[in-house]
């Protein structure tokens, strides 16, 4: 076998080239999505079998967030304009859903109760009216609900859609901060122009709706469907030409024109296929909760989506959907953190947060300047122990971890950073970090040991505290890590596989004289010392 | 009829006349150079055939049909790429990706199309790819393979100007506008590039309009030279001729002092564009 | 100020501006003449009032303009937090008025911190914070007011001074650990952090104030009631409807004073127009960023506590601000941003636009309804700017090169 130092001469090699990642292996990914879907379905089945509505109702939510935090993020991460006004979008979905889908009886009390704004007219916008006038009444019934349901979130998608495509208009003309003011402005102005005399009718004012079925908004099965749905049509839109288009107006909005890309077109599709999925989230969000309120769809919505897709990650879905599980969780489950506590204990939660962030920090910046990477046994012993503590601290007693075993737990904290062979010692670190350190200690001390009670007995409510948590994780990504837990990295079969396209095969490396020289080729490949041409 | 008429356009920012009264013609399968000191209105010539800014007055014809006021993705479609002075590729997009967005206008399929992936988006797809991997072929070994999936900020500056021309090349288009595609290269690359500027057009059938520096380039593979200055039109022709005219010298050098009877304040003035 | 991708030189209309706002005009005082006729309640002394009602509340709103402007003239970011500031500039007047005097370790703190504030302004003056004047009076500040604090009740013109120079600090301490690392970050990565920032004072003061209203009285005589006689009618309000402005007034004036003849301030404008050439002229940027982080949370500050003033109640933390934040934005906007006459004119016309209408429109009269859109008029007239002339009504237009 002859062997060419030119690539571009073996056949092989060009074969390679041609057939490319785009449809390798299609059939096995297939084989292993559908796999991988029954398994999730059988989990889904398994869990929510185990009777706890929180739980479910935990699931249920992700599904309904993870819609809209996805469909955010195809205008944030695929087309990167900041989108400030999703839950606008949410608010017309949702709205329109439950008034179409409203049950009669709900419907009936709105006209009792005599407050309201709404008229005969508009209280009888419902698709069982619809159906009956155009003579499909037998589809009525409480059997078909679902159906009806279907109808009334894909009418709410379209209304959302209808108002993506105004609120995509700006966005041919602006950039960067001041259309991300403009969404927002729009998100406010729907909001606050439903409750006003022209939209009463429509929305009944800040009354709002309520009685909206809710089996569909709490059901795993209805929102992880259309989260499947939804996931679907967006990551083919995503790794599809457009998705490229819209990613290249992402990189560089003039370079992509003059490369024949019509900006106008890309960015009011991306704004109006986002504001239809929102719209759908809506709708499910207005069935999960059973009522429609306009203090449900805040501009606080919307930061909890930018938490999630921040955090997980803007480049890749699975990074927003790992996002999406983390507000979600803090959310759902971060009620202990919002009880009455006594200030002693607030204090010796105080303190292990800060004895915990000063490890990490010091860890993190000595690691950081050395360039080496932290050593896998104190990464696993640094989890398993944030983990153990979280649960078994005074706010989430999970675990009952005691005194003694709590101080036992953070001793890994306090000791790690200052272990002989981790990190680079001769770099300095300010001396915030460790006065972070000292000030948690005496804190946790303080709180632990109750000197002289007195104040330390009073109670103090957490209220508020979960969303100073996502906020402060929030400033900590962006000033840390950007692109997120997972950065641009998207969950494929490939990847699983270890099938990565950017490195050359064993082959093309013995072919080929550059990259078949050792002293040239370092672990990283040939990319890694790019600086030079060949011949 | 020329392939691209340039006819009497002016432009002006403001109070900066930018661009004077120009006019150019290019025949197709032409390789015409534009030269001239900085700041004389090369880029701008660019921008305003490319659609970025709209001339004043004056009027660009490609192929007989008038261009001017039309939108940079239009003039793609229409047939016109370019490539920028100071590299604009999609940074975190791979190399493939970036010759792959530039053939995104020649798609017929919609977007619901390619979110089923019928087979009709199926085959352009991947007649896209093919197209891509035959331009960036145009650059040798370098750009193939494995590397085509690598994020475009990996690579060297030469390699990021090869493919930037890959990437215009692949839009279809049949006038090329390279924007100094030399810059930043060694003697070797130029020459290099040099070769394959003349390949593209003699293999490639584009026909080529080129800003550069490097006259030696400049003089090897051009057909014709047009020289600017303070955004008009001074001097056109062949290289030789082009090199040796006076106005060009002096648009370059200045003037031999005993020749020139401007005080060095009138010559500073009359750079600002002012007479004293 | 990047607006659109690159400019088109196509000929504007230039009169379709000036005729849509004459048009307004003649309705304005269309409708006032007609409600002139209509009712005598109606009458000189009403408008006057409504008058100089709106520009008291755009006096309000001025103040907190100017930091968003003056921020996003040197940094180019959208200061989301800034409306936070102003409510945390309200609530800390609140604290020092009414929960003074307090342990002696909190006088301690909070002395510290305002000793701090006023060792950066003084800095001003004497250039460094080394300078013996600057440590001396920092010491003096420091021990005064920790037993000031601690023995007795301020007043408020006292708690207004103290809760300006505190909300200074937080303005720094924000911008140190939120903005500073990510002078360098894309603009989007920005936005977010302050949207976190905001965020996060939000539920702070949650934490802190819980869902409550509170209610805002301190013993000042700003808040005695105030009657003029006009023409034939009277006018009864409070001392606040000329004081608001007035005080307004002077601290516009110490700024601009500031910005246009101290070194700092010219350290700031030339910022401003090119920090990279600034910092290669040996301006130091970072300190340029935070005393113009300093001195728009200081007026913020003074527009929170007159606000609690003027409404009388502080609405709950986690509202108070975002309200007034996003209006005070799009006046600065409106009038330019980056530009500090702009945004003091960009807050009056968003007065007006607020409290004239309803002046001019009551509900009671026969167009309904337009009030209760008087909270997104703001939002509009700031979309059809940002889409009409985004380079606001004084300021300049910058594109991108190509």
């Keep these: ?535 | 009829m020329a392939m691209l008429e340039v006819q009497n356009i002016s432009k002006s920012f403001g109070g900066l006349r930018a661009m004077s009264d120009v006019s150019l013609n290019i025949e197709k399968g032409e390789i015409v150079s534009v030269i001239g000191p900085n700041g004389a209105g090369k880029t701008t010539l660019f921008n305003l055939i490319t659609g970025v800014y709209t001339p004043d007055t004056g009027d660009i014809k490609f192929e007989g049909k008038s261009i001017a006021g039309k939108k940079p993705n239009q003039i793609v479609d229409i047939g016109i790429a370019r490539t920028f002075q100071n590299l604009r590729l999609f940074m975190n997009l791979t190399i493939l990706e970036n010759v792959l967005v530039s053939q995104h206008h020649k798609l017929n399929s919609n977007w619901l199309s390619a979110v089923l992936r019928t087979p009709g988006y199926r085959a352009q797809e991947k007649a896209m790819r093919e197209y891509a991997v035959e331009k960036l072929a145009f650059f040798g070994p370098r750009l193939q393979s494995f590397r085509l999936h690598q994020p475009v900020y990996v690579l060297s500056y030469a390699n990021r100007r090869r493919t930037e021309m890959a990437r215009a090349m692949a839009t279809g288009a049949k006038l090329l506008l390279l924007d100094e595609p030399s810059a930043g290269m060694n003697p070797k690359e130029t020459r290099e590039i040099t070769q394959i500027i003349r390949r593209m057009r003699d293999q490639g059938g584009y026909t080529i309009l080129l800003v550069e520096h490097k006259m030696n380039l400049v003089g090897e593979i051009s057909d014709r030279v047009v020289v600017l200055d303070y955004g008009q039109k001074i001097a056109e022709g062949s290289y030789q001729d082009v090199v040796n005219d006076p106005k060009v010298i002096e648009a370059y050098l200045g003037k031999k002092a005993e020749d020139s009877e401007e005080t060095e304040v009138q010559k500073a003035a009359k750079m600002d564009g002012r007479t004293i | 100020m990047a607006v659109s991708s690159v400019s088109r030189a196509k000929r504007k209309v230039n009169w379709l501006p000036w005729l849509l706002l004459l048009g307004i005009a003649v309705i304005i005082i269309g409708r006032i003449i007609y409600l002139y006729s209509l009712d005598p309640r109606f009458n000189t002394a009403f408008f006057l009032r409504a008058f100089i009602e709106s520009v008291k509340l755009g006096s309000l709103y001025a103040l907190i303009a100017l930091g968003y402007t003056m921020v996003y003239g040197i940094i180019r970011l959208i200061n989301f937090a800034h409306g936070e500031v102003f409510m945390v500039g309200a609530f800390m007047t609140y604290f020092f008025f009414t929960f003074t005097p307090y342990p002696w370790f909190i006088s301690a703190i909070y002395a510290a911190i305002i000793a701090y504030g006023s060792m950066r302004v003084l800095e001003f003056f004497r250039g460094s914070m080394r300078d013996p004047l600057v440590l001396a009076a920092g010491g003096v500040i420091f021990i005064g007011l920790t037993v000031l604090v601690s023995s007795i009740t301020f007043p408020f013109w006292l708690a207004l001074i103290c809760s300006m120079i505190f909300t200074g600090v937080l303005g720094i301490v924000i911008d140190r650990v939120a903005y500073f690392p990510l002078r360098t970050a894309p603009r989007n990565s920005l936005l977010i952090t302050a949207i976190a920032v905001s965020f996060l004072l939000q539920n702070l003061g949650l934490l802190v104030f819980t869902n409550r209203q509170t209610p805002f009285r301190p013993d000042t005589p700003l808040i005695q009631p105030l009657q003029l006689t006009v023409g034939n009618g009277q006018v009864f309000s409070n001392w606040l409807l000329l004081a608001i402005p007035l005080i307004t007034a002077i601290l516009v004036v110490v700024l601009t004073l500031f910005v246009n003849r101290t070194r700092l301030g010219k350290a700031m404008r030339a910022s401003a127009q090119d920090a990279e050439t600034a910092q290669m002229m040996g301006v130091s940027v970072n300190k340029v960023i935070a005393t113009t982080f300093l001195l728009g949370s200081m007026l913020a500050a003074a527009g929170g506590a007159m606000w609690g003033l003027n409404f009388g109640s502080l609405n709950q933390p986690a509202i108070l601000g975002i309200l007034p934040g996003i209006k005070a934005f799009s006046a600065a906007v409106i009038g330019g941003i980056g530009s500090l006459p702009g945004a003091v004119i960009g807050a009056i016309i968003i007065g007006f636009l607020e409290n004239f209408t309803t002046a001019i429109f009551p509900k009671t009269a026969t167009f309904q309804g337009v009030t209760e859109f008087k909270d997104t008029f703001a939002f509009i007239l700031l979309i059809i700017v940002l889409l009409v002339r985004p380079s606001g009504i004084v300021g300049e237009d910058l594109s991108e090169k190509v």
């Excluded at chain 1, 049950?103 to 209280?123: C, F, K, W, Y």
């Design chain 1, 1 to 535: 076998m002859a062997v060419s130092s030119r690539l571009d001469q073996n056949p092989q090699i060009v074969e390679r080239t041609k057939t490319l990642a785009f449809q390798q292996n299609r059939g096995r990914n297939l084989l292993l999505t559908l796999g991988a879907g029954l398994v999730f379905i059988l989990l889904l089945w398994f869990f929510t079998g185990l009777g706890s509505a929180k739980l479910t109702q935990a699931l249920a939510l992700f599904a309904i967030w993870g819609v809209a935090t996805v469909s955010l993020n195809l205008i944030n991460g695929t087309l990167g304009i900041l989108s400030l006004g999703h839950h606008g979008f949410m608010l017309i979905g949702g709205y329109t859903t439950a008034l179409l889908i409203l049950p009669d009886d709900a419907r009936q009390r709105i006209l009792d109760s005599g407050r309201s704004a709404m008229t005969e007219t508009t209280v009888g916008l419902s698709i069982s009216n619809l159906f009956n006038a155009i003579g499909l009444g037998g589809l009525t019934g409480d059997d078909t609900l679902w159906l009806r349901f279907l109808l009334a979130l894909f009418a709410g998608g379209l209304m959302a859609a209808l108002a993506g495509l105004i609120v995509g208009i700006p966005s041919l003309r602006l950039r960067g901060d001041y259309l991300a003011i403009v969404t927002f402005g729009f998100g406010e102005i729907i909001r606050l122009s439903a409750s006003t005399r022209i939209f009463a009718p429509l929305t009944n004012g800040a009354l709002g709706f309520a009685g909206v079925p809710s089996d569909f908004g709490k059901s795993v099965w209805w929102t992880f469907g259309i989260l499947a749905f939804t996931l679907f049509i967006i990551s083919k839109l995503k790794y599809s030409s457009y998705g490229r288009a819209m990613e290249s107006i992402r990189e560089d909005e003039i370079a992509s024109e003059a490369m024949g890309v019509n900006l106008a077109y890309h960015k009011v599709l991306g704004f109006v296929i986002s504001a239809f999925f929102a719209g759908v989230a809506g709708g499910l969000w207005v069935s999960w909760l059973g009522n429609a309120r306009l203090d449900n769809f805040l501009f606080t919505l919307t930061f909890f989506f930018l938490v999630a897709i921040s955090a997980g990650g803007t480049g890749s879905i699975t990074g927003v959907l790992l996002g999406t599980a983390l507000v979600i969780f803090v959310r759902q489950y971060g009620d202990p953190l919002e009880e009455t506590y006594a200030i002693s204990r607030w204090l010796e939660f105080i303190g292990i947060i800060l004895i915990i962030a000063g490890a990490a920090f010091l860890l993190y910046r000595s690691f950081n300047r050395s360039g080496k990477r932290l050593p896998d046994w104190s990464v696993w012993l640094f989890t398993a122990n944030l983990v153990i503590l979280l649960l078994g601290s005074p706010v989430f007693p999970a675990i009952n971890l005691g005194k003694i075993g709590l101080y036992i737990f953070l001793i890994p904290f306090l000791v790690l950073p200052f272990l002989p062979n981790v990190g680079d010692k001769s770099k300095g670190v300010g001396w915030i970090v460790y006065a972070l350190l000292g000030i948690g200690v005496i804190t946790l001390l303080i709180g632990g040991i109750s000197p002289g009670a007195g104040w330390l007995t009073g109670t103090f409510r957490g209220f508020g505290m979960r969303g100073i948590a996502l906020a402060i994780l929030l400033i900590v990504i962006m000033i840390f890590r950007p692109a997120g837990i997972v950065g641009r990295h998207e969950f494929s079969w490939g990847w699983l596989f270890r099938e990565r396209l950017d490195q050359p095969t064993d082959e093309e490396r013995k072919q080929d004289a550059w990259l078949s020289n050792p002293e040239l080729n370092r672990a990283g490949g040939a990319a890694a010392v790019d600086t030079e041409e060949d011949a």
